[in-house]
């Protein structure tokens, strides 16, 4: 089974103490700022004397030693300072003679910096080193070797990186701590007893779930064949006995990163073919190549169709393609589509019965890295009812004047086809009710007799807005037909949908003398509507929740700012529909920054100018992914990414908006994403106090956020707070 859990945790520098012993004042000063500066707590001594005072009487967690003291050196020194202290160590010398590498790693070093003319790089390099070993907690490296030593001292060496060991002597081990363990990289030695590693290999990399592990050969014997053997049935490196340790922790550490990166890709694409199932099986769906021909279709498709999958691939959508279908629409649908843009529409389609059905239809161009079309997938909802009873109502009705008889008895004729087929009422001009048929009493649960002499009332929903039906008489009385989808109250209190239309029936004066309704069930169509809404406003949270994770935001900052943005939307009287439609946009907020290059996005310390204005881009990139959907809320979620980084008096990016201009979606989010920010913990800073928080907002009142809002916000912080208790990081 893949294993997704978090690969990283969120190391909070502040929570490590350095201590920095090197007698040159300035390089001493220069890694003091650069460590600080990243939030690290730092002390500075210039010779042992003073170093081994501060390893006695305080715990380090890292030490950043240099070779040549003025009253201590060398290998000696090394040993001292481990005899003082458990910390780990990162060696600082100009010295560049191997030998003193390979025996300071044997003495259990962390790392070994030159100073040389890319110091400044090596110093930053510190601050990725303490990074990757806390990461290395989660890595279980298996050790496959005969020799007990030489498990054990690759243990010790390996344990100075936070590594977790997992031994093996023999094949039959190590194929059993496979099964049992959760293993992300493999140190096998060739020569084994009963088994020789390369029948082991092929073994590992014959179980599916195993292979995509990395394995390193570690051998006494180094024959270009023994070597080009290895390699060729998968191994990562081959490493010879005896090797050198520095050389042989940094392919151990490229073979883990390796690892954790290939384990991300394949999570990730996991999630994907999750929300990939999910809607293959709540929807109609195909895929046409660049021609249009048929690449895939799901059951769902050849089911409504009529067609079985092998008459389908292949062939181009014509062959569904209703005559009543003009070719203008098609012609737009192609232009949209090749312009890189979504084509929405109800499509009229002809099974291969030759009968005729309706789809709600999405066509969308899946372009790759570089921009290019590779395949359009086309995404549908069956609509064929509601289609079909429009046309009924706009056609079959439309009775032509001539021989009475023939019109009476055609008149019969669809009395009762509409009768057998629809949930029908009658009602007397002050709405009683004087007919209804069986559909109508099998859907309502009332009988027809508890009905005939009362009016719709009886049913009517009480979550529906009184505007409804002050919109359905008014258009009645009128004299105009009314459509609409109405949510009415069965007899045993459960809610159901109906589509209806209810028509005035006039006389030869026009005068209305009755109105007639005739309904559709759309209970089950609305179920589905509401569970792919529902579906839709998950993948949004958990699309907003990758775009955080990639930027390391984990827990459950995107559920809290959905909290506090409805709260807060709520309080400043916006309605209930756009309290619910903020909640749903907000957490694609920061869903531009999947396009922020990583060196930039994950970098630990503070930006430059130059990758700060690139940072700032993230707010375009997120409206420009999300723009030129028409669905409600993801027209709200652009609106959203585009502007929570305005600022009120117009100091804000992209577009420097000033006060009210903002859109109040923006102006919101503004304040609950700041709040949550602030206030919890991050890979480079720690949670702020929240006297500390409340301090900064009344200082950015009319400055940073909408003054009316956080006036707002600050006399309702309680309920926030309890939004943020309720909603806590897993630490």
Same mark, same amino acid.
């Given at each position: 089974?893949?294993?997704?859990?978090?690969?990283?945790?969120?190391?909070?520098?502040?929570?490590?103490?350095?201590?920095?012993?090197?007698?040159?004042?300035?390089?001493?000063?220069?890694?003091?700022?650069?460590?600080?500066?990243?939030?690290?707590?730092?002390?500075?001594?210039?010779?042992?004397?003073?170093?081994?005072?501060?390893?006695?009487?305080?715990?380090?967690? %890292?030490?950043?030693?240099?070779?040549?003291?003025?009253?201590?050196?060398?290998?000696?020194?090394?040993?001292?300072?481990?005899?003082?202290?458990?910390?780990?160590?990162?060696?600082?010398?100009?010295?560049?003679?191997?030998?003193?590498?390979?025996?300071? %790693?044997?003495?259990?070093?962390?790392?070994?910096?030159?100073?040389?003319?890319?110091?400044?790089?090596?110093?930053?390099?510190?601050?990725?080193?303490?990074?990757?070993?806390?990461?290395?907690?989660?890595?279980?490296?298996?050790?496959?070797?005969?020799?007990?030593?030489?498990?054990?001292?690759?243990?010790?060496?390996?344990?100075?990186?936070?590594?977790?060991?997992?031994?093996?002597?023999?094949?039959?081990?190590?194929?059993?701590?496979?099964?049992?363990?959760?293993?992300?990289?493999?140190?096998?030695?060739?020569?084994?007893?009963?088994?020789?590693?390369?029948?082991?290999?092929?073994?590992?990399?014959?179980?599916?779930?195993?292979?995509?592990?990395?394995?390193?050969?570690?051998?006494?014997?180094?024959?270009?064949?023994?070597?080009?053997?290895?390699?060729?049935?998968?191994?990562?490196?081959?490493?010879?006995?005896?090797?050198?340790?520095?050389?042989?922790?940094?392919?151990?550490?490229?073979?883990?990163?390796?690892?954790?990166?290939?384990?991300?890709?394949?999570?990730?694409?996991?999630?994907?073919?999750?929300?990939?199932?999910?809607?293959?099986?709540?929807?109609?769906?195909?895929?046409?190549?660049?021609?249009?021909?048929?690449?895939?279709?799901?059951?769902?498709?050849?089911?409504?169709?009529?067609?079985?999958?092998?008459?389908?691939?292949?062939?181009?959508?014509?062959?569904?393609?209703?005559?009543?279908?003009?070719?203008?629409?098609?012609?737009?649908?192609?232009?949209?589509?090749?312009?890189?843009?979504?084509?929405?529409?109800?499509?009229?389609?002809?099974?291969?019965?030759?009968?005729?059905?309706?789809?709600?239809?999405?066509?969308?161009?899946?372009?790759?890295?570089?921009?290019?079309?590779?395949?359009?997938?086309?995404?549908?909802?069956?609509?064929?009812?509601?289609?079909?009873?429009?046309?009924?109502?706009?056609?079959?009705?439309?009775?032509?004047?001539?021989?009475?008889?023939?019109?009476?008895?055609?008149?019969?004729?669809?009395?009762?086809?509409?009768?057998?087929?629809?949930?029908?009422?009658?009602?007397?001009?002050?709405?009683?009710?004087?007919?209804?048929?069986?559909?109508?009493?099998?859907?309502?649960?009332?009988?027809?007799?508890?009905?005939?002499?009362?009016?719709?009332?009886?049913?009517?929903?009480?979550?529906?807005?009184?505007?409804?039906?002050?919109?359905?008489?008014?258009?009645?009385?009128?004299?105009?037909?009314?459509?609409?989808?109405?949510?009415?109250?069965?007899?045993?209190?459960?809610?159901?949908?109906?589509?209806?239309?209810?028509?005035?029936?006039?006389?030869?004066?026009?005068?209305?003398?009755?109105?007639?309704?005739?309904?559709?069930?759309?209970?089950? %169509?609305?179920?589905?509507?509401?569970?792919?809404?529902?579906?839709?406003?998950?993948?949004?949270?958990?699309?907003?929740?990758?775009?955080?994770?990639?930027?390391?935001?984990?827990? %459950?900052?995107?559920?809290?700012?959905?909290?506090?943005?409805?709260?807060?939307?709520?309080?400043?009287?916006?309605?209930?529909?756009?309290?619910?439609?903020?909640?749903?946009?907000?957490?694609?907020?920061?869903?531009?920054?999947?396009?922020?290059?990583?060196?930039?996005?994950?970098?630990?310390?503070?930006?430059?100018?130059?990758?700060?204005?690139?940072?700032?881009?993230?707010?375009?990139?997120?409206?420009?992914?999300?723009?030129?959907?028409?669905?409600?809320?993801?027209?709200?979620?652009?609106?959203?990414?585009?502007?929570?980084?305005?600022?009120?008096?117009?100091?804000?990016?992209?577009?420097?908006?000033?006060?009210?201009?903002?859109?109040?979606?923006?102006?919101?989010?503004?304040?609950?994403?700041?709040?949550?920010?602030?206030?919890?913990?991050?890979?480079?800073?720690?949670?702020?106090?929240?006297?500390?928080?409340?301090?900064?907002?009344?200082?950015?009142?009319?400055?940073?956020?909408?003054?009316?809002?956080?006036?707002?916000?600050?006399?309702?912080?309680?309920?926030?707070?309890?939004?943020?208790?309720?909603?806590?990081?897993?630490?």
């Amino acid at each position: 089974m893949l294993y997704c859990d978090k690969y990283e945790q969120n190391i909070e520098n502040s929570l490590y103490k350095i201590l920095i012993v090197e007698d040159s004042e300035f390089v001493n000063n220069s890694i003091n700022k650069i460590l600080v500066d990243k939030g690290y707590i730092c002390k500075q001594v210039f010779d042992y004397a003073t170093a081994s005072y501060n390893l006695v009487n305080t715990k380090y967690d %890292f030490i950043i030693l240099d070779l040549n003291l003025p009253d201590a050196y060398g290998e000696e020194l090394v040993l001292e300072v481990k005899r003082l202290s458990k910390a780990k160590i990162i060696i600082l010398t100009a010295e560049t003679d191997i030998q003193t590498r390979e025996n300071l %790693f044997k003495n259990g070093i962390l790392d070994y910096l030159v100073k040389d003319k890319y110091f400044n790089n090596s110093i930053v390099a510190i601050d990725q080193v303490i990074h990757s070993i806390e990461r290395n907690h989660n890595s279980n490296i298996l050790v496959v070797d005969d020799s007990k030593l030489i498990r054990k001292y690759i243990e010790s060496i390996l344990n100075v990186r936070n590594y977790n060991i997992v031994e093996a002597e023999d094949a039959e081990q190590a194929l059993e701590q496979l099964k049992v363990s959760r293993i992300n990289l493999i140190l096998l030695d060739m020569e084994l007893p009963g088994k020789h590693g390369l029948d082991v290999i092929r073994e590992i990399k014959s179980i599916p779930e195993k292979c995509p592990i990395p394995v390193i050969v570690i051998s006494g014997k180094s024959d270009p064949e023994l070597v080009r053997s290895s390699l060729k049935l998968g191994a990562y490196d081959f490493i010879k006995k005896p090797f050198n340790i520095e050389e042989f922790v940094l392919k151990v550490d490229a073979a883990i990163e390796s690892n954790r990166k290939s384990r991300e890709i394949l999570c990730k694409q996991q999630l994907l073919n999750e929300y990939k199932d999910a809607v293959d099986r709540s929807t109609i769906v195909s895929k046409t190549d660049l021609k249009g021909n048929i690449t895939y279709v799901n059951d769902r498709f050849c089911e409504l169709s009529g067609y079985r999958e092998s008459e389908l691939i292949g062939k181009s959508h014509n062959l569904i393609r209703h005559k009543d279908m003009s070719s203008e629409v098609f012609k737009e649908l192609w232009k949209t589509i090749k312009n890189k843009e979504s084509w929405f529409g109800i499509v009229k389609n002809r099974k291969k019965n030759g009968e005729a059905y309706y789809v709600d239809t999405v066509i969308s161009p899946i372009v790759d890295y570089y921009g290019n079309i590779i395949e359009y997938i086309g995404i549908r909802i069956d609509i064929t009812a509601i289609e079909t009873m429009k046309e009924h109502l706009e056609n079959e009705l439309n009775i032509s004047e001539g021989n009475f008889q023939e019109m009476y008895k055609r008149s019969s004729e669809y009395e009762k086809a509409i009768d057998v087929s629809n949930i029908l009422s009658r009602l007397k001009v002050d709405g009683t009710i004087t007919y209804v048929n069986q559909a109508f009493c099998d859907i309502s649960g009332y009988t027809e007799k508890e009905l005939i002499g009362n009016s719709h009332v009886m049913l009517r929903h009480p979550e529906n807005a009184p505007s409804l039906y002050k919109n359905i008489w008014n258009t009645i009385l009128g004299g105009d037909r009314w459509t609409g989808e109405i949510r009415h109250i069965a007899k045993d209190a459960s809610s159901y949908y109906v589509h209806s239309t209810i028509i005035p029936i006039k006389d030869a004066d026009d005068n209305i003398i009755e109105y007639m309704s005739i309904s559709h069930n759309m209970t089950e %169509f609305v179920k589905l509507h509401t569970e792919l809404e529902e579906t839709q406003k998950e993948i949004i949270y958990r699309m907003g929740e990758v775009g955080e994770t990639r930027s390391k935001e984990t827990g %459950f900052h995107v559920k809290r700012v959905a909290e506090y943005s409805k709260l807060l939307a709520l309080l400043s009287g916006l309605s209930d529909k756009n309290a619910e439609l903020i909640y749903s946009a907000s957490p694609m907020h920061d869903i531009g920054k999947v396009g922020i290059p990583d060196k930039i996005l994950l970098k630990p310390g503070r930006l430059d100018e130059e990758e700060w204005k690139i940072m700032q881009t993230h707010s375009e990139l997120g409206y420009n992914i999300l723009k030129k959907s028409k669905r409600r809320i993801l027209k709200a979620a652009a609106i959203v990414a585009y502007t929570h980084h305005e600022k009120w008096d117009g100091n804000g990016y992209p577009n420097k908006i000033v006060g009210e201009k903002i859109h109040i979606f923006g102006r919101i989010t503004a304040i609950a994403d700041v709040f949550d920010a602030l206030g919890s913990d991050r890979s480079y800073k720690k949670a702020w106090e929240l006297d500390k928080i409340l301090e900064l907002f009344k200082e950015e009142r009319g400055k940073h956020f909408d003054p009316k809002l956080l006036d707002i916000f600050l006399e309702n912080i309680e309920e926030f707070l309890k939004i943020r208790d309720k909603f806590k990081d897993n630490v």
